[in-house]
């Protein structure tokens, strides 16, 4: 599964637009906690291993330039522990956290979201805010090869458009967290290009 996304800053006026035809398809809160080693080699490298509601997922980044050249993100979503242990390169046997942390891995950001999600044709419309009050809006369509990536990406700015909405190059919700919870370490990231 590739996920095409762009972002935008969520204010009231663009959260009206938007939801104006919507199907609500409801809200949580969830708590999604981000694993990297001491040095930062997946942030530095635009990859996410976060754990929410006991359940390892990884987001491996199909772009190639910076999050504010970028027309859309484009990510591959892993969610099967195994594809992300080969990944890793981990073994493939073994308590998965315990795992994780002999080869050097430990939480290093934990962001409770408060998510608000929305389908209008073939997008997923979500709002974020969480508890380090940040907030951000994304619109999403989800592709299943490469091939697609870029004509999804153009349908999406199409749809924003036409919803009067300006996307913005912006960062994402956990770059903005550690920009907020952790700046030592978002500058670190931010000199590799990522940010």
Sequence with gaps: M?????????TEENEKKLIE?????GEETFTDIYYDTADSYLMKRDMWLRLRSGKFEMKLPLNEKSVLQRKSNKYKEIESEEEIRKVL?????GNFTEVLEEKGYSPVLEIETTRKKY???EFAIVF????LGF???EIEVVVENESEIEAASDRLI???????????STEGKVLECLKIKQPELYQSIKGTGVV
């Design 89 to 93: 390169e981990l073994p493939l046997n």
């Design 2 to 10: 590739i996920e095409v996304e762009n972002r935008f800053r969520l």
């Design 119 to 121: 389908k209008k044709g």
């Design 158 to 168: 199409d749809f924003a458009g036409k919803q009067g909405v300006e996307l913005v």
């Design 21 to 25: 035809g919507a199907d609500f398809l």
């Design 128 to 131: 974020d805010v969480t508890n």
């Design 135 to 137: 907030s951000i809006g």
